[in-house]
């Protein structure tokens, strides 16, 4: 592990003070055993105070050093600490995404079943359109009344997804001022129903993210008003 300057430095002092203040007390023990063993009353001299005072200072600087030390690993274990807990939260965060993701891919997909489910039964049901017709006028008098080469001609076209597959249409065509219900009402493409009848079968044609399936439709009764409608059924 690096250490930094400040604690070098004090660790350095503290051993050159102790090795010396060891020395001294070393070398002043010494004397006193020769002297002694000569008969001779020991000498207390300032070098043993001294050499204590030096051992003080050495221990003290030593334990600056040592405190140094510790803070320097507190900071350092403080930092990759800190380190983990980024990761452990930049983890967390991109779990949390993923699962955010998910749960939209999953909130999506179900949205989407649903979608289709409903089409479906949609489809199985059938998209109906509806067309009034005035009753055929052109003009007064004899000349003027209305021949099936002279119909009124439209297109009756309901709407179905894009994708979808037509299973069936059936025709219907009653009088504007009737009461008949529509299931009496049907007929086949070139029945005749009171001057009036579907022609030609259906035909299909997109219409952006949609498409028409229409079937043609001619008028000629100068009397009453009808109406003309189609049910179109598919899958998908």
Known sequence: MNLSDPVMAALIGASATFATALFQLLANARRQAAERAAGKPASRKSGTWLSIFGLMLAAAVGGYAFSEYQSFRDRDDEKRLRDEMQTSLRDIGNAAVRLERAGLQRSDQSDMDAMLAAERRRGMDG????????????GTGPSAACTEAR???????AIIPLTATVTDVQLFTRAADTAQSWADAKVQSGQDADSAKFVDTFYERAQG??????????????????????LVKFTI
């Open 127 to 138: 998209v109906a359109a509806v067309v009034d017709l005035p009753a055929c006028q052109f």
């Open 151 to 157: 119909a009124i001609h439209v297109a009756v076209c």
């Open 209 to 230: 993210d949609a498409k028409e399936v229409c079937q043609r439709f001619v008028h000629w009764n100068s009397q009453k008003p009808r109406l003309a409608r189609i």
